[in-house]
């Protein structure tokens, strides 16, 4: 009997790292994680990982063939195969994470950021197939971003290429430092923290009454300002249309550098809907030069929330076995 095709798929996280066994059609097989803030060296952290890969392949049965493993993690650098000085992650500069894989398995090993493996998943997997010329914008803790231009995932010249979650939305904007070491970054405005930072701003600036001034800064998060602007909440409703607003602008340089045929919004933020999508597009088409206009889709990514980060990172295998 002929064996299933698998490919692993890891999302590698500050805390957690989840794998999972996914065919080609995108179907996940197993998954299991291993913790990541256990492990204090790469060595040993990828030695863990890989016998845990195998023994989730031994017990998926003798009917499924691995063909490869997958990384996405944030500064993943497919270039070289490394991550480079990701701030959240155990193991600081350049980490030889393929490298390492290599030591254990000949099979092929790709790795690369989060952002760029969430755009080749919605490209298989998603709402971007058959589309040649679009863009992935991911909307968690921070911004990410991939581009996908005539087909192909842009990378550029060292493998870093698409990062406009740290391109300036107000140079020199004091009020907002980046975790990057820069100042006004998109990042800081669009993201699960930043609409935490504007709701603040505009509660210091406004005597009006909302339910969210009962909480701390600890406490209040981007679920909690979603459900309030939800119900009507006036201070939460302002947060999101500036929140929108930001990242309209910003999707109208998008379009001029890359014009694509739509543009995708994935991640925590962007189960939001109406509340960031309605602003969002309205300040992008506002700021469209004329060619443009009416011509580019803002769409919700179709991946799953809870597997798309294992399905982009497997859909690296097939990409690069059809290479």
Known sequence: MEKKEVAAGIDIGGTNTIFGLVDREGNILAEDRVITSHYDEIEVFVA???????????????????????????????????????????????????AEFRRHTSLPVTVTNDANAAAVGEMIYGGARGMKNFVVITLGTGLGSGFVIDGKLVYGHAGFAGEIGHTAIRPGDSNRDCGCGRKGCLETYVSATGIKRSLLKIMADSIQPSELRKYSFEELDAKIIHDAALRGDPLALRAFEHTGRMLGFKLADVVAHTNPEAIFLFGGLALAKDLIFEPAKEYMEENLLSIYKGKVKLLASELSTQNAAVLGASSLVWSELEA
């Not at 017990?59 to 701030?87: R, S």
Request: a positive charge; glycine letters at 18%; hydrophobic letters at 40%.
């Open 48 to 98: 863990a990982l890989y016998e845990k890969i195998q023994l989730c392949v031994s017990k998926a049965g003798k009917g499924i063939e691995l063909k490869g493993y997958g990384v996405g993690a944030p500064m993943g650098n497919i270039n070289c195969g490394t991550i480079e000085y990701a701030a959240g992650l155990p193991w600081k500069g350049i980490v030889p994470i393929a």
